[in-house]
């Protein structure tokens, strides 16, 4: 076990996706708070390299935000870290206009993301998994808690172990992969978070039957991608819908998702949070862009021009077991319309389920008793996106995700990040001052 000696950092944030690449730039942009430097950070990231769910980085898959909504601008449109600043790095400003499209391709964004992180290499530990967080108490009995020690692993080798200490934590861990009840993942079977990687292994010449499971937008792109890239293949589509339905992105609906919709959610009586989400859930799940479904209906249509029917839609239906055997693979299909199941044989299932909300209790472990809960046993946050704890505690700990219940629709997405980066670090960096003066105090006693 190789022991690396622990450091304090203002800041420590777990993953470093999107939500904690937009942190890192805000908390450059913020300097330090007068009189104590700048604030110190450190992330550590499981992937050996950036990457943005590069699974689903398909094609011709569009972005569902505006290009205005990366990572800075709502905050700092004057920012180097723009997507624009990007575009004109690299030569494509012109041609980006003469396209007229606010939506980029995601593999687009991709490498204005990539871009964007080679600026922050030096504050990010790649190939890093943090396994364990455990409390720092003062030294004195009574003394609250004023950090975190992290614990943290490198994934090619768990034996090089080591810890960090850190004064705030910013968990930043993402989406879980969601599956059908007793679906275990394999070659066969797959979630649609693995989808490019295993469907790359395979000779899609050769495959003649895929199932892909869902009606949401991971769904019908892959759906469009099997039917495109595997040419001999049937694709049934096993939606528990009677067909796609659109994703809202017009003018007032998309107003949910705007910096001020965080307040009136946050600040709302629980009644008007549940009708956000009653009236407003079709802007984000179980919904497709009107393009992708357009484009998937014309490829239905041209083959039954051609008597051919390569793209199987499987309407009112759920998918509700599976059987491996070798490189066998049968589906149960149980049909909503006829309460009657049947069974496929599919040569791969493309689970595209959905995801669950951040995983934040494995994360914490025993210090999970810390953080207050509201009466339907969800954390309780503040306003700034900082868990409340009992006060024995003075370390914070932020959450940029797992914050649906409380800061409302856009907590997992990228519409709000660069407001919400900004809010955490402006948090952090107030918090800093009075916890500089906590240790000089210290000092001054020792
Ligand atoms: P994200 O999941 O991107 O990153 C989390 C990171 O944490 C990962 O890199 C992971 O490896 C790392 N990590 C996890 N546990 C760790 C640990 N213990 N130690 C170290 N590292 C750890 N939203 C939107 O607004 N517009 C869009 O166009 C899209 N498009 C889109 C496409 C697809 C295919 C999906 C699945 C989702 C979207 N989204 C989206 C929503 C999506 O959640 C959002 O775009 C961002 O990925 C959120 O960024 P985060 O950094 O919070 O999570
Ligand atoms: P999602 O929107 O949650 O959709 C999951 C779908 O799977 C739902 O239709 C769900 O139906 C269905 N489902 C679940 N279990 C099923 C079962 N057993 N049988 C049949 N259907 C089942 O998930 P997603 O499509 O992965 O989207 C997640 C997020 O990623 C969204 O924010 C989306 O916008 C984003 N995304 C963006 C892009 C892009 O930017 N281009 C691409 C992909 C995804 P029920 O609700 O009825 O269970």
């Not at 455990?134 to 004195?140: I, K, V």
């Not at 009840?181 to 039957?209: I, M, P, T, Y």
């Not at 998309?254 to 407003?280: L, M, S």
Request: net charge negative.
């Amino acid at each position: 076990m190789v022991t690396h000696e622990p450091s304090v950092y203002d800041v420590v944030g777990i993953g470093f996706g999107p939500s904690n690449l937009s942190l890192a730039i805000a908390l450059e942009d913020l300097g330090g708070f007068v009189g104590a430097g700048p604030v110190t950070a450190k992330f550590f990231e499981r992937q050996s390299e950036f990457g943005w769910h590069k699974n689903m980085l398909l094609p011709s898959a569009k972005m569902q935000v505006s290009f205005l909504k990366d990572l800075v601008t709502f905050r700092n449109p004057y920012s180097r870290y723009s997507f624009v600043s990007y575009l004109h790095s690299v030569d494509r400003l012109t041609q980006f206009v003469n396209n007229c499209d606010f939506f980029p391709t995601r593999q687009e964004f991709h490498k204005y993301l990539e871009w964007v992180a080679s600026y922050f290499t030096d504050k990010v530990s790649y190939g890093t998994e943090v396994t364990a967080i455990t409390p720092l108490q003062g030294e004195y009995p009574g003394e609250p808690i004023d950090g975190w020690r992290v614990h943290v692993s490198s994934v090619d080798n768990p034996a090089d172990s080591y810890y960090v200490d850190a004064r705030n934590l910013v968990l930043a861990t993402g989406l879980v992969p969601k599956m059908p009840e007793n679906f275990v993942r394999d070659d066969h079977v797959w979630h649609s978070s693995e989808f490019l990687g295993k469907f790359q292994r395979c000779d899609a010449s050769k495959l003649s039957h895929i199932a892909v499971v869902g009606a949401g937008q991971s769904a019908a792109e892959i759906a469009r991608h099997c039917y495109d890239y595997a040419p001999n293949a049937t694709v049934s589509v096993i939606i528990p819908s009677y067909g796609y339905s659109i994703a809202d992105s017009t003018p007032f609906a998309n107003q949910v998702f705007d910096p001020e919709a965080v307040d009136a959610y946050y600040y709302g009586e629980q009644q008007a949070k549940n009708d956000i989400w009653k009236y407003h859930k079709n802007t984000n799940y179980g919904v497709v862009d009107d393009e992708v479904i357009r484009s998937l209906y014309q490829r239905k249509y041209d083959d039954e021009v051609r008597g051919v029917e390569r793209l199987q839609f499987i309407e009112l239906s759920r998918v509700t077991g599976v059987k491996r055997s070798g490189d066998d693979t049968r589906i149960t299909v149980y049909s909503l319309a006829s309460d009657q199941y049947r069974e496929l044989d599919v040569d791969a299932i493309v689970c595209a389920t959905g995801y669950e909300s951040m995983n934040i209790g494995a994360m914490f472990g025993d210090i999970d008793g810390y953080f207050k809960r509201d009466s339907q046993d969800r954390y309780r946050l503040e306003r700034d996106y900082r868990l409340i704890t009992s006060e024995t505690v003075q370390a914070g700990v932020y959450l940029q995700g797992g914050t649906e219940h409380s800061h409302g629709l856009s907590s997992s997405l990228l519409s709000n990040m660069a407001t919400r980066s900004g809010e955490i670090a402006q948090s952090i960096s107030e918090n800093r001052f009075y916890a500089v003066t906590r240790e000089l105090m210290k000092v001054g006693r020792g």
